[in-house]
């Protein structure tokens, strides 16, 4: 029988493919560090784990799941090292397929140090012989009044670059599908973000 485990089910993302699957009728399990905070699901069945406790992801993961790998809101180090743990755990649980929350750009030569992380952890994947699917979304659209400062502007390194952005309920819809539906499972990356970089 196909299961779907979202990690991160009471973070925005998670909380938001979680919601999806719910609402598609997919069984699935919910994979949390806070109970209270997951959304009401109608008896999804819950599990509480955290990627810094591998005993706690050894009972949260079955052989044969399909599993949602939330990447953790941490600095690239520690990130890295979180994300190795739940990979280990996952090889070692023997899931079916991985798909994995990463960011546009992700690799070892990204010049945003956060992509680089996140091709730090696709590399991880690739060598732990995991099926998984990384996807690539931009800068999230339904977060860009929190960019401004108290003057109103957007400061930092941007000069004349440029941004693509995804929105989250938009891309919780695809993450759904790739979870739910194995006949993608073979696509080496997917990407999702708006239509044009601006």
Known sequence: DLLIVVTGASGHVGGLVARELARRGVPLR???????????????????AGYDEPDTLMDALEPGDRVFMVSMHEPPERRIALHRGFIDVAARRRVAHVVYLSFVGAGPDASFVHARSHGATESMLAGSGLSFTPVRNGMYADEIASWFDPGGRITGPGGDGRVSLSYRPELAEAIAVLLADP?????????????ESF
């Open 30 to 48: 919910a994979v949390t560090r806070n109970v209270e905070r997951v959304p009401d699901l109608g008896g999804v069945e819950v599990a509480l």
């Open 183 to 195: 006949t993608h499972d073979d696509r080496p990356v997917v990407t999702i973000t708006g239509p």
